[in-house]
């Protein structure tokens, strides 16, 4: 089984990960949706969020944009990361799984690109 988060607002993927609204935790197996549950964002300090995802059995995490400290620590924990996704959270979930979902790489560096990130 893969479990995929994704950083979202509204059932969307979110712009920044670290200010989404909430995480929609999707289990995956035989490239199919078989469960999904949405929690709220516990809160964003430096560090945390990634940790809480891996605590939770997070495989992948899908994200519009996200910080380089927060990919740094998913990278460590082995957990994939797909930045530069947008649209409806379940359809980048089908994408990523149909392998047509790919990572764009973008970082965001907090206040430089703020509008590239929607904050």
Known sequence: ?????????????????????????FDTENNQIIKDVTI????????????FLNDMGV????????GGGAIEIFDEKGIEVIVGASGEAKVAVTSYLQGTLKSTGSVCHEHQHHDECGN
């Open 1 to 25: 089984m893969i479990k995929i988060a994704v950083a979202s607002d509204d059932g969307k993927v979110t712009g920044h990960f670290g200010h989404c609204e909430n995480f929609m935790i």
């Open 59 to 66: 495989n992948v995490i899908i994200s519009g944009g996200m």
């Open 40 to 51: 709220a964002n516990p809160g964003h300090r430096p560090g945390f969020l990634p940790n």
